[in-house]
């Protein structure tokens, strides 16, 4: 019982305020995505980031393990996921993407935050970083069917990951009015991200729900399984080993979605992975953080 309301204690914050989202779109009130990721991206996310980095009180050793470790899982899961999409004989360009990002700025930064303190959002930040470069990188190119791999060069959160990593291995330290600005700035990303996370969800239109519902419980439990297999390898410390499947396993992420509206694949497909994969982690990440704990 006890686990059971620790549990509840975590995921129910991070479902609350996408609820909060989620009903103010329902309300007809104003809500203006765009606006809010950029802000997010290019502002609160990178300075929570950074801070989270500089401060943070892990052996680096720890975090060049789990970097590795990070990259290691998502490379496993390129090969496994092009793979098996090959072998169905479904569209790359679609399904790629969203089988292979998940959530894990808007839902797992927090979740990692409220389940294992300033340590696991340490941890998270560091799995959220690699995957985001593999993202703006391969997940645009194989996306779009081509172009510019190297928009990560432009992303301010790789930047402040490169930052807040080099101040950690530096010992280094901002200014207190400096740090307490950016800590401030940082503070707004978590909210900001799950009520986001909560309009979009509303605003989705899906499609035909039957393949959605076998791809989003393939991705489950490949993610899964992946990422337990390449953290054991690695011998990571349990919070570390927690994070990175926790992080690993999120459902798919809303610029999945974004990306193939932009690059012309089939966005409504993409759209009713989302909701079904968003739907699915109400009751897949409570189990998974009770075998986690």
Avoid: H
């Amino acid at each position: 019982m006890n686990l059971a309301f620790t549990v509840l204690e975590i995921v129910a914050p991070v479902f609350l305020l996408a609820a909060i989202g989620f009903a103010w779109v329902k309300a007809g009130f104003e809500y203006r995505v765009e606006f809010v990721t950029r802000l997010a991206m290019t502002l609160s996310v990178p300075c929570l980031i950074f801070v989270a980095l500089m401060q943070a009180e892990i052996d680096p050793a720890a975090l060049t393990a789990l970097s590795l470790a990070s990259v290691v899982s998502y490379a496993v899961l390129t090969l496994v996921v092009a793979g098996l999409i090959a072998l169905l004989g479904y569209n790359q360009r679609t399904y790629q993407a969203p089988l292979i990002f998940g959530n894990t700025g808007n839902l797992g930064l927090p979740l990692a935050l409220f389940a294992f303190g300033d340590v696991g959002l340490s941890y998270a930040v560091v799995v959220f970083a690699v995957m985001a470069i593999w993202s703006f990188t391969y997940g645009i190119w194989i996306t779009s069917g081509g172009g510019s791999a190297m928009k990560a060069v432009k992303e301010p959160l790789v930047w402040a990951t490169l930052l807040g990593g080099l101040f950690l291995w530096q010992g280094w330290r901002t200014p207190v009015f400096l740090t307490n600005t950016l800590e401030l700035i940082g503070q707004m990303a978590i909210p900001m991200m799950l009520i986001t996370l909560g309009v979009a969800v509303a605003r989705l239109s899906p499609g035909s729900m039957t393949k959605a519902v076998a791809m989003a419980v393939a991705k489950l439990v490949i993610c899964i399984a992946i990422a337990w297999g390449v953290g054991r390898f690695f011998d990571l410390d349990e919070t570390a080993f927690a994070v990175l499947v926790l992080q690993v396993a999120t459902p798919v992420a809303v610029t999945s979605y974004l990306l193939a509206e932009k690059y012309g694949a089939d966005s409504q497909a993409v759209a009713s992975l989302v909701v079904v994969s968003t739907l699915l982690s109400v009751a897949a990440i409570p189990l998974i953080l009770a075998v986690l704990l």
